[in-house]
């Protein structure tokens, strides 16, 4: 290959900061960067992972003489969350964008890390999702790409230019894998594919906590078609990259966002939602700059906030203080990680606030809001055909108990063994032998929790209602004590015996351990002594935990109705959201007292153009097709 030089416009040259380095060197110094990302994907459906019904030969090519990573985590189980880490290299937890589709405002310093290599010289392009989950995203997407389109390339940079590029495909995403009609995916997926790039089978491999019927398998034949149609896409950006006389020079990661666009994978605390497949290939002129050579496996822990500082190594520029991943490939690659420390938050109109560590081979999972189930009612999951299968199969008595587990509430503790138990079907966390490991996980994540100081622990009522950034609330320390806060969430699910500490938190004077005492309270599945929860609630000023000890009322005697009447009038979207969020959690027999005043509701809403309440309507429409069967169409 001939030695590449790129040039700078005198009048527009970059002064040198210590984000940059010389502007004029030969390529061989400086490689090209490419990112083949795709949504919504588990290893276990990517055939160089061991799935040999799939067919992803463009992946698998590249796995082939690159690296497989065996233990690679997104930092989140859905999209915006997951965006935000890639792009800023910083996890969201401390700065409060776990929430998805949610647009907080982070610190003015922190920047999309392609900026950093735009003022090194690299011509930097997004072809073309950002969805990056901040307030200013405009501003923040123009400052790092150079493009950012679905005509977005390489090809527009100037003779020589080194660049920094990312395709992402959406053919893979769950509106092809399960949420969109049959017929939208045949026009999508199916029509796009020829014949030997079809996969038909009579029985597909799918997930343990799967029902094995007709139904299912062609729900699961969507996945598979899905995911070819991607690697297809991946193949003609392959081409292009060789036709351009580029391959040689640039090296490629190839990775999902998160896990797999189905129900008990994507948007849940599990293996199956946080870990992702990841390829990196390095053509032979880079080969040194890989730790593991070529055409191998790796069990090496990787997380989301390692592939920033990595890819600004691997270019030559120097790493923000402000990230605190791993550089895991190049010259100066570090230490192994110990531990990652995947996370999730809300969903849609779905609560959720769940935390993760892995090893690399165990996860473990500490759920604080265990009166959720695994399938939470949810619109973007409940209008799809798999999902509404799966409701029924569980109304008709027709799913084994591990396929039933994923519909009822949860446990509060989970420690999965992912190399032996792929699907995490048994949970291990009661397993004498395995004492020592889960009190280690255990503690190295409640560690963690306090030293990052999570922001959400925050509700994100307070996120929506203070005049300051959620990365401005967590650092207050006297607002905000977050290990006070930490240990009192911890109590959750662990039944009476902690009864008594949680019924005294709620006359601390800190908001927020109030509050993660009456999220316990109400996870409690003995009854609480009813005057101490109605004196709590006339003293509480906080208006979330108001709702939550209402609603807990209403849950343990049904004449408490009216209390739940007031809730229903309320306007602030957020409080009625979590007011709809906890109703639809509750038995059949008191969702049936309040059937009419909800169905009056969402009558009342009907026309509305007030974007804030989206949510709410959500889950209003699913309320009234859980309790009387009505078709729901997501809007």
């Given at each position: 290959m001939k030695t590449k030089i790129f040039y700078i416009n005198t009048?527009?040259?970059?002064?040198?900061?210590?984000?940059?380095?010389?502007?004029?060197?030969?390529?061989?110094?400086?490689?090209?960067?490419?990112?083949?990302?795709?949504?919504?994907?588990?290893?276990?459906?990517?055939?160089?992972?061991?799935?040999?019904?799939?067919?992803?030969?463009?992946?698998?090519?590249?796995?082939?003489?690159?690296?497989?990573?065996?233990?690679?985590?997104?930092?989140?189980?859905?999209?915006?969350?997951?965006?935000?880490?890639?792009?800023?290299?910083?996890?969201?937890?401390?700065?409060?964008?776990?929430?998805?589709?949610?647009?907080?405002?982070?610190?003015?310093?922190?920047?999309?890390?392609?900026?950093?290599?735009?003022?090194?010289?690299?011509?930097?392009?997004n072809n073309s999702k950002t969805d990056y989950n901040i307030a200013n995203a405009k501003a923040f997407i123009a400052e790092a790409w150079n493009e950012s389109s679905n005509k977005a390339g390489w090809w527009n940079r100037k003779p020589g230019q080194p660049f920094f590029a990312v395709y992402n495909s959406t053919a893979s995403h769950q509106s092809k894998t399960m949420t969109n009609s049959w017929e939208t995916y045949e026009e999508n997926v199916l029509s796009k594919l020829n014949e030997s790039e079809k996969v038909v089978l009579d029985n597909y491999i799918k997930p343990d906590f799967y029902r094995s019927s007709p139904e299912m398998n062609k729900n699961m034949s969507r996945v598979y078609n899905s995911i070819s149609l991607m690697d297809k896409e991946f193949g003609q950006w392959l081409d292009r990259l060789e036709k351009d006389g580029l391959k040689d020079s640039t090296i490629i990661f190839c990775f999902s966002d998160h896990g797999e666009g189905i129900t008990r994978s994507k948007g849940s605390a599990l293996g199956t939602g946080y870990r992702v497949a990841f390829v990196a290939w390095f053509p032979p002129m880079y080969r040194h700059l890989s730790p593991w050579g070529s055409g191998v496996v790796t069990d090496e822990l990787v997380s989301f906030d390692d592939f920033a500082p990595t890819v600004l190594k691997l270019c030559g520029v120097k790493t923000p203080q402000y990230m605190k991943g791993n550089v895991f490939a190049g010259v100066d690659k570090v230490s192994h990680k110990k531990y990652v420390f995947p996370a999730l938050d809300r969903t849609d109109e779905?609560?959720?606030?769940?935390?993760?560590?892995?090893?690399?081979?165990?996860?473990?999972?500490?759920?604080?809001?265990?009166?959720?189930?695994?399938?939470?009612?949810?619109?973007?999951?409940?209008?799809?055909?798999?999902?509404?299968?799966?409701?029924?199969?569980?109304?008709?008595?027709?799913?084994?108990?591990?396929?039933?587990k994923m519909l009822e509430p949860r446990e509060s503790e989970y420690l999965f063994d992912l190399k032996n138990d792929q699907w995490e079907t048994k949970n291990l966390i009661h397993d004498k032998n395995l004492n020592e490991k889960a009190k280690e996980l255990r503690n190295a994540l409640v560690n963690e929790l306090i030293q990052v100081r999570d922001a959400h622990f925050i509700p994100e009522f307070s996120f929506i209602t203070e005049e300051k950034m959620p990365i401005q609330l967590a650092a207050d320390t006297k607002e905000y004590p977050i290990s006070k806060i930490v240990n009192t969430a911890m109590l959750i699910g662990n039944g009476k015996k902690v009864l008594k500490k949680q019924l005294s938190l709620m006359t601390d004077q800190n908001k927020y351990i109030r509050y993660w005492a009456a999220v316990g309270l109400f996870s409690q599945k003995s009854k609480v002594k009813e005057n101490y929860i109605q004196k709590f609630l006339e003293n509480e000023t906080f208006e979330p935990t108001r709702i939550y000890l209402a609603v807990l009322l209403f849950k343990q005697n049904s004449e408490n109705v009216s209390l739940i009447r007031t809730l229903l009038n309320e306007t602030n979207p957020e409080l009625l959201r979590i007011t709809l969020q906890l109703l639809i959690t509750l038995d059949d027999d008191k969702q049936s007292l309040i059937l009419t005043d909800i169905e009056n509701l969402y009558q009342q809403n009907l026309g509305s153009k007030n974007k804030e309440m989206f949510a709410c309507n959500e889950l209003l429409k699913l309320f009234m097709h859980k309790n009387k069967g009505i078709e729901i169409i997501r809007n």
């Open positions: 009048k527009s040259a970059i002064t040198l900061t210590a984000f940059s380095m010389s502007l004029v060197v030969s390529a061989q110094d400086r490689p090209n960067i490419l990112w083949l990302t795709y949504e919504d994907t588990s290893p276990q459906f990517i055939g160089c992972y061991g799935n040999e019904q799939a067919h992803t030969p463009n992946i698998d090519a590249l796995a082939k003489d690159g690296v497989r990573f065996n233990a690679a985590f997104s930092t989140g189980a859905v999209s915006s969350p997951s965006r935000f880490c890639l792009i800023t290299g910083i996890r969201p937890a401390g700065v409060g964008t776990g929430n998805h589709r949610s647009n907080y405002e982070i610190p003015e310093n922190i920047k999309g890390f392609p900026y950093y290599l735009r003022q090194a010289g690299y011509y930097t392009t779905s609560s959720e606030l769940s935390r993760s560590v892995s090893d690399g081979r165990y996860l473990y999972t500490r759920v604080f809001m265990p009166f959720q189930p695994f399938v939470r009612w949810n619109m973007y999951y409940d209008v799809s055909d798999l999902q509404k299968q799966i409701r029924a199969d569980y109304k008709a008595g027709l799913l084994n108990e591990v396929q039933r």
